[in-house]
């Protein structure tokens, strides 16, 4: 089952407006209150157009601290790397901490890289924001399978059907470990499977999303599920 919060936008660019206008406001009540706003960032193409958005913003960048979902095994300045395309549009550009934002060092291997970051997210939760995407086959982070919750809250993703088939991802547990999930889905190739979770199936994407998550969704994502129209 979808996410009770969970809306069909017209389009894309709608979706990467409403998605950063809840960030922002996640972001200066977690500020108000707790003095750090702590976001992890979802990977893939669909969240670049939020982080553009987001990048120019004024905001009080001092206290953000950013995390990823996943990443890929990859060198550090691979143009494939989750946290390259984050860098680029988005972090290059505002005044965050270098200290302050933390990816994944999957450039040294899955396994040790996964070990590293569950050390640092461990004291880190319950995390502010969780930020998702969803693959066309249901997938999420590099999660491609519902076998199981891991003990480590980061985990080394060997043989994913995806290349590169080595990778690093939060677990199942630590996606949930939050005070709001924000789910972005966009694009036709979605449809099926986000037509899928609705029915219940058992997608990675279920298995990780609470039912108090926020899902926004396109039009052409969403046209064959049956939930709440756009908002404004």
């Known amino acids: 089952m979808l996410p009770v919060n969970s809306k069909i936008l017209p389009n894309s660019e709608d979706v990467a407006a409403h998605a950063g206008r809840i960030v922002i406001a996640e972001a200066e009540a977690a500020i108000r209150e707790r003095q750090v706003f702590r976001i992890v960032l979802a990977g893939g193409s669909t969240p670049r157009r939020t982080y553009e958005m987001l ?131 966009t694009g036709a190739e979605k449809s099926a499977a986000l037509l899928a979770w609705q029915q219940g199936a058992e997608l990675p994407i279920a298995h990780a999303v609470r039912s108090d998550a926020c899902l926004l969704a396109d039009a052409d994502a969403g046209h064959s599920a049956n939930f709440m129209a756009s908002v404004p």
């Open 55 to 185: 990048a120019g913003m004024v905001q009080d960048w001092s206290a953000w601290e950013i995390f990823w979902s996943d990443e890929r095994c990859l060198p550090a300045d691979d143009a494939e790397r989750n946290s390259r395309m984050a860098h680029d549009v988005w972090l290059s550009r505002v005044a965050i901490p270098a200290r302050q934002i933390h990816p994944i060092p999957a450039e040294h291997g899955a396994a040790r890289a996964a070990a590293e970051y569950s050390t640092l997210v461990v004291d880190r939760q319950p995390f502010d924001l969780v930020l998702l995407g969803m693959g066309e086959d249901g997938h999420t982070a590099s999660l491609f399978s519902t076998n199981g919750d891991h003990i480590a809250p980061v985990i080394a993703v060997h043989g994913a059907p995806k290349p590169p088939s080595e990778r690093v991802s939060l677990n199942f547990q630590t996606l949930r470990a939050c005070r709001l999930q924000l789910v972005l889905v």
